[in-house]
């Protein structure tokens, strides 16, 4: 009986390995058909999730060392929920809003009644280093929040890129990024995280 | 005698195997893929929910170039994103892959008296068609003013 069960999982984990498996089944169980952050790719992650009733203008500044730079996303629905913006390494400091003051008001929601607000994230800046590394990836998740005058909050969330490493069943979007930057630096000759 | 037991342990336990394998396929354990190979159905598409699409914005010119897309999600919401590069510089943003369609709206770039529209007509990339979960859209504007042309293109895992 040893014998038989030994036979089993022998077939099965070569099922595994030789990819005989349903995707889906593995991802559920499993993992790895698909990265969820860069991990050993020279980015990190940010993304924004609005998990609220209004509208949101989300301004992104970070850091790359030695200019302050933004991204901002507009007009983002309930319905498209979500969006994120994908920086090259290396970024010293990220945020949400003001990279210096977390409680200035700088996103602006349109509220379902048609009323715009600017709320301030009441986040501090997150530092590489301390708050993240490279290959991780960064949710601020915009939820309603009642503490807030405008009822709308913001939860940091990280993905920790050590766990992102692969190899991956299906593709890895990431390094497929990483490698057309490198093809254009070819023809362009433009730096490459 | 030894390889009597042999195969009285052998024969049961392949046909537990095969039994356990052929269950499994009903219950969507099995890559749909390999059922193909042997003849099954290959019907099932295999869209992950944890994966993502990302969109790289290149600019290959010596100008700023502004590209404004619509991303349409599985559930009917929608996405403007308005994209703008410095010259010989990039941006990426990413998004889950419950999405349907990505469509650019409008590439331009910064002329002299102004902003420049691209002309240019871009079929929308249909996930599932010309674009799977865990690819790339990839959108590279080359050139210099006034010759700025726009190349898009949805690459696949």
Known sequence: MMRAAAAFLTLMLSALAGGCLNPDFVSTNLGGLYPSAPGDEPFLLVRVVNDTTATLDIPISFEDGTNSLPFTITDLTPAGREVGVLLDWPVTRVAVGDLENPFLPSVVASLPNGINVVIPPNQYALRAGVDYNRGDAIVYRFVADARNPAAIGVTIAKIDGSTQQGPFTRADTFRTVRQLLQLSEAITGAATP | ?157
Not at chain 2, 60 to 70: A, E, G, K
Not at chain 2, 85 to 90: A, E, I, L, R, S
């Open chain 2, 1 to 157: 005698m030894r390889r009597q037991r042999r195969v009285r342990w052998f024969l049961p336990s392949a046909a537990m195997t095969a039994g356990l394998l052929w269950g499994a396929a009903g219950c969507g354990v099995l890559n749909p893929n390999l059922l193909g190979a042997v003849g099954a159905n290959t019907a099932a598409s295999v869209v992950g929910t944890e994966g993502n699409i990302a969109i790289l914005v290149m600019n290959q010119t010596p100008v700023t170039i502004q590209v404004n897309l619509q991303i349409t999600k599985t559930n009917g919401g929608v996405v403007n994103l308005n994209i703008p590069v410095q010259p010989n510089d990039h941006e990426a943003v990413v998004q889950s892959c419950e999405v349907d369609v990505v469509q650019i709206l409008q590439a331009s770039y910064a002329g002299a008296a102004g902003s420049v529209v691209v002309p240019a007509t871009v079929s929308p990339l249909q996930v599932g068609l010309n674009l799977q979960c865990g690819g790339v859209v990839s959108i590279t504007m080359t050139g210099a003013p006034p010759n700025v042309f726009l190349a898009v293109q949805g690459l696949g895992p």
